[in-house]
Each structure stands twice: as C-alpha cells, then as structure tokens.
C-alpha cells in the first residue's frame, strides 16, 4: 500500500434521498476499480457498502461506510451516506470530511425532501457540489425535467450540464459529453466499457444549445478568457477546463453528469470528471480550530510540513473487533506505533496499526498523510468528534452539531438481571451513533431510549439482539406529571405508639400554601418557646420532603409547596427523629387533601419549520393538541412555529408531523414549564393511575 500525495487525493461523499442509488453508484465505481468482481447490489447482500444485516434486511443505507480506491493514478475516498430521514445525521457527519459532495438525483422523481437537506449540508460546509441524475433508464425518467426540478428547488444556483442523455428510458444507451463533443456510448454488458461515437445528427440541435450555455458560463469565470471568447478567438481546451475546474471549487458552478448506476452507463465518465475537476483536500488552504490550552482561534495550514492534527468523524463499534475511529488527517502525516494527543479529552493515545478501508475490509496502511481518511482500531478513550494531534502542537477542532432526539421509548430488558450488560451495550452503540440517548427518568424510574424516529429506535433494538444478545421491550414513556395545591390548609399530625416498655411520639401542627409555578418546596421553621426541640426539626423537614414525593391525587410528586412547621409537642422519653418524620408525613397529607389539589404536566417548548403550503395544516393539529401557539414566522420558504404543547400530546410527534408534510417538516423541542392539566384530563390520568395501582398489588 502507498502513500499518496494530497494532490492525488479526492474525498468524495454520495448524498441523496433515500433510493436514489447512492450505493448502486458507489458499488459500480468498486466495480470499475477491481475491488469487486461483480456489481455488487443492496437487494441481494452482495453490496459491499451495505453491509450490516439491517441493511440488508431493509434495502437502505443505515450507517455511512467508507471505501478507497485508485483510479488512473489518484486515490478516491468515497463516502455512501445514508438518505432516510432517520439516518440522515451521519451524512451530515461525513460532509465535514469531504471535499466535495455529489448530490444523487433520481431522474424519475427529481429533487425530494432530503435532496434539500443534504444540499443544506454542503451549504453549510461550503463544500464544492456535482449533481448526478441517476436511473436514467427506467420508465419515466426523464433528464430534462429533473434539471428543471434542481433550478426550481435551489433558486439562483448555476446548475451546469457538463452531459446530457443518449437515449432515454429502455432506449438510454450512453451519454453525451459536452466538453468533448463525442457521445460514450455504453457496452449492453454492463461492464463500463464504451465506445466514443460522433454526435448523430437527431441530436446535434440539442448538442450544441447545451454547449454553447456551458462555455458561457465557464468563460464567464476568467474576464480575460470571456473577452476572447466574445471576439471569437479559439479557447484552448486545457483553459476551459481551468475555468471550469476554478468555477466549480469556488461554488459558482454546480456541473450535471448523468447515467445509470444498476447498467453501469455514465459512472467511469463520473470518475473521470471527478479526478479532472473536483478539488483535493488542500483546496482549502487552512482549517479552522482552537488552542487547547487558551481557548482561543487558530488557523492551521493542510500541509504535510506543518504538525499532524486528525479529526475523528465516525466511530463503528463491534463486539469482535472492537472499536474504529475514523479520521481524516488536517495535517502533517500519521505513522503506527506513534503517540498522540487527544485534545478534545486531553489524554495520550498510542496508535496502532493504521488501516484503509473498503467497506468492512480492513487494508493495512504505512501512514496516513496529510488529506487522506484513515482508520485505527482500539483507542482507549477516542471518540467522534475528537481531535488528535501532536502534543508538543495541541490544537483543537469544533466537534459535530448533533440534532435534538424526535422520538423516546421506556425501554427495558427482557431478561431480569441484564441492565448491566444493557446499559454497557447501548454505550457502545451511542460511541457510533451520536444521534442515540439513553437515561433514566429520576421521576418515573423508568430507562428512556430516544432517537430520530421509529425506525432508528427499531434498528437500536435489533443492533442490540444481534451484536449483544440483549432483548428489550419498548413502551411509550409516562410522561413525567407533578401535583401541586392551588389552596392554603392547615393540619395536625400526630404519631404516637405505646407497645411496652419505649414508645413513639411525635406531634407537629403543619401549614401549606402555593408556591409560584417553578419555585419547587420552601420548608419554614416558626416553632418558638422549645414546643418542639431543634434536633427533631430536620426529621419533620425530611418527613415532609418524603411525604411530597407521592402526592395524593395519583401518586405523582408533590412540588410548587411552602410548608411552614408552627406548633407542635414532645415527650421526653417516647420522642424521636423518627417519630416527628412520621408525623410531619401524615400532618403533610392532611393537608394536602384540604388545599384542592390539582394535576401538573410537563409543557414543552417547539419550534416547528413546515412548508408554507403545510402551514394551516399543522397549526390546526397543534390546536387539536392543546398546543399556544407564541407565534409565526416567514423563513425562506418555509415558516416557523412556535408553540407551548404539553408533553403528553407529542409523545409520537415526529410521524405525525412527517406525514403532514410529506417528509418536509422538522421541529425541536426542549421542557419549558409545568401547567395545570383541565379537570376533565386530570381524572381520566387519576383514574388510570389507580387502575395501575390497583394491578401492581
């Protein structure tokens, strides 16, 4: 295995919605490449990328899987990210590492929901992009249209077809290349091999209309190259391709290539364009960190010569090989058998071997240079998001942005006596997947598994069985309900207990009253004259302070209660800290019965972006669901909700909401407050409550 030159480097990541072909497209290119003796297909497990059992089972990419590759001299690391709305968080992940993305378009359908948001990655990471119209062989695809779906959906973007279709649907047979005016007419076999034809002439009209808007806008990206062409003059073709290549690393342009991946038609052309055009990862010129021991912004250069720094981006774990890091290394080189620093956790790591990867083939590796992804296996405390780097240089890189949880279940283990070996399983499935959470509900005693969607939660489950021989079941959570008083009581509580020889006694007289919502409990001592002495005050506090974790509407914890001690008695011999906590706990409930009770809910704050179209839709269920709505406003196309909506009417939000919109609409949320829950709900939530009770006996 040898070391390449950043030059000769290409990290290229396939994004797309989910079934557009990223995988089919990255499995021809191992085709193409020789590290594979077939197409590999994700419907009949023989995909390399998609390997997982998961995978397989559902047809889709889960986890993004990392494959190199050389081709004509350069080395390509390419990235097969996942589409689903529920996975597609990693694909997020893999666009920091890439330097360039190819958003995958289904000829058929054109732009969807996630084409959007992987577009809104690239965006965010100002990665330079390349459209591949993909399926151009099935029934209803159509190129043309999907170009006019990109221009309509990404408003002001250059999309510039660098080919065009020979032949359409069944009859789609090869492509049209543009910059050299021949058309790559593909072999029946699938192979990818082809044969450079001349334009027929049924096609020459289209041809040279696509051609001459391409060299437009490439001149356009040189005024001295544009006047040239404006006055005629011949442009040499290594010139239109230094505008091109220019225009599309700084964002200008946005090329279109097109093909079929399943036939094999349209991808060695991709490759080729790919190692033309697309940027290395030197492109950039410097990265951005901080110092790891100010704190403050520095810029280091991506360069061999400067001090090695990596940034993990993925971790897989597994119960055999243990843990990988993936890496992409910023600068300097990697070498095995070296230390480094972990600056994000500021701890020394020794690296081992370093390997390449080819799906879930493991290629060992002499480095890692500068540019290049990398991957070692069984750091000690390395996680995604780190940085490692060389200690006498510590810097460190922004770790990922991880989207709020959508969707939780109470979860527990089918066998008795697995919590251990769960909650040590579900940490190494947290390692590599960020977007999991996993804690316990203090209130509802309950463990609560959160994720990005129904699916993600279900695959969680399996990953479990399989890799860790842990069976759950999954329950939707109890929502975590207070009580609370909205009157003011007072009442005795008195404990006394004769039964031979020491007794019990304990006697306090309690006032309660409504605290401001929020407050919590505030405990005060107006006992005067020694009518209870000072070392039995904290047993009545406590009493008090057990007493209000079951209230007695349906046993929810009590909160928002000043209690005020003010009288009481002892016995010299028969009082106890005991005696007085037992006192204190019926004197509470007491009065807890005379201050009218009522129910509290948890209200979460949203913010919900739907589609302007979608907007009266979703305002009208938020209502349904006793949701306030604070307010309403216009952000692109899109608008903003925001709204107070009690916990216990979201439980299942995120289908809903997808439903609704057709995939489009997205929402956080985050606890604000408690509230009263009306009468009529609080007694069927009483009602049940008791049912519960009334079972556990």
């Known amino acids: 295995m040898k070391r390449y030159e950043p030059e ?34 994700v419907d009949d497990g023989t995909s390399i990328m998609d390997f997982e059992p998961e995978e397989i089972e559902r047809k889709i990419t889960i986890s993004s899987s990392l494959a190199f590759f050389e081709w004509k001299k350069h ?53 330079p992009i390349l459209v591949f119209v993909n399926k151009l062989d099935r029934e ?40 050299s005016g021949k ?18 002439d049924d096609l020459k009209e289209t041809y040279e209309s696509y051609r001459e808007r391409l060299m437009e806008s490439i001149v356009e ?76 912004k520095v810029k280091r250069l991506i360069s061999p010569q400067e001090p090695f720094s990596a940034y993990v981006f993925k971790t897989i774990s597994d119960p055999f090989t243990g843990r990988l890091s993936l890496f992409k290394v910023y600068s300097g080189e990697l070498y095995p058998d070296v230390t480094v620093l972990n600056s994000t956790k500021d701890e020394k790591e020794k690296i081992g071997q370093i390997f390449f990867l080819v799906g879930k083939k493991q290629k060992p590796a002499p480095c890692a240079g500068t540019g290049d992804i990398g991957v070692v296996a069984k750091l000690k405390n390395v996680g995604t998001g780190d940085t490692l780097c060389d ?111 020491r007794g019990q006694y304990g006697d306090t007289w309690l006032e309660i009253s409504p605290l401001p919502r929020g407050e919590g409990f505030v405990f005060e001592d107006k006992i005067v004259g020694g009518v209870i002495p000072k070392q039995y005050i904290p047993a009545v506090e406590k009493g008090v302070i057990e007493a209000m974790q079951h209230g007695i509407l349906a046993g929810y914890p009590v909160t928002d209660v000043k209690v005020t001690l003010y009288d ?50 979703v305002m009208g269920d938020l209502n349904s669901r006793r949701g306030k709505i604070l307010g309403v406003e216009a952000k692109g196309n899109n608008q903003v909700i925001r709204a107070y909506v009690p916990m216990a009417e979201i439980l299942r939000y995120a289908p809903d909401l997808r439903s609704m919109t057709g995939g489009r609409g997205t929402f956080t949320m985050e606890f604000s407050h408690y509230e009263e829950v009306p009468q009529n709900i609080a007694q069927k939530i009483i009602e049940q409550a008791k049912r519960e009770k009334e079972q556990e006996k």
Not at 153 to 166: A, D, R
Not at 589 to 616: D, F, Y
Request: proline share 5%.
């Open 75 to 127: 080395k390509i690391n390419l990235l097969d990210t996942p589409g689903d709305d529920n996975f597609i968080s990693d694909a997020r992940l893999c666009m920091r590492v890439v330097d360039c993305a190819v958003i995958v378009v289904s000829g058929i359908d054109g732009v969807k929901v996630q084409t959007e948001k992987v577009w809104q990655f690239a965006k965010e990471n100002k990665n």
């Open 568 to 617: 009481g008695s002892y016995h010299e011999v028969d009082s106890s800290e005991m005696a007085f906590k037992i006192a204190a706990s019926m004197g509470f409930k007491k009065c807890m019965e005379m201050a009218n009770p009522v129910l509290l809910e948890p209200i979460m704050k949203m913010e919900i972006i739907v589609p302007e179209e979608n907007l009266g839709d």
């Open 391 to 501: 200690e006498k240089y510590p810097i460190k890189y922004e770790g990922p942005k991880v989207p709020p949880a959508l969707i939780s279940f109470s979860l527990r283990p089918k066998t008795k006596g697995d919590e251990d070996k769960l909650n040590a399983s579900l940490a190494k499935l947290m390692e590599e997947d960020l977007t999991i959470r996993y804690a316990r509900d203090e209130q509802t005693k309950e463990f609560i598994l959160s994720g990005m969607g129904q699916v993600h939660i279900e695959v969680v489950v399996e990953k479990l069985k399989r890799k860790f021989g842990v069976e759950v079941e999954l329950k939707e959570p109890k929502v975590p309900y207070k009580e609370t008083i909205k009157g003011t009581a007072k009442a005795q509580g008195k404990y006394k207990r004769q039964s031979g020889g």
């Open 8 to 41: 000769l480097i290409r990290n290229v990541g396939l994004f797309s919605h989910g079934g557009d072909g990223k995988t089919s497209i990255a499995e021809a290119m191992l085709f193409l490449a020789g590290e594979n003796s077939r197409l590999g297909r």
């Open 183 to 200: 058309v790559l007419l593909y072999k029946e076999d699938a192979s990818g091999f082809f044969e450079e034809i001349d334009v027929p």
């Open 221 to 296: 990206m040189d005024d001295e190259i544009m006047e040239k062409y404006l006055s005629g003059e011949e442009i040499e073709s290594s010139k239109i391709g230094e505008c091109l290549k220019n225009g599309i690393w700084e964002g200008k342009i946005v090329p279109v290539l097109c093909g079929s991946a399943i036939r094999n038609i349209g991808i060695s052309s991709l490759l080729d364009f790919i190692i033309k055009f697309c940027p290395p990862p030197t492109f950039r010129k410097e990265v951005e960190g901080y110092d790891a021991k100010t704190g403050a």
């Open 140 to 179: 209803r695809s159509d190129f043309f249209r999907t170009l006019t779906s990109l221009k309509v959906s990404f408003e002001g973007t250059n999309f510039l077809p660098v080919q065009i279709p020979y032949g359409s649907e069944d009859n789609f047979k090869g492509v049209v290349d543009l910059l």
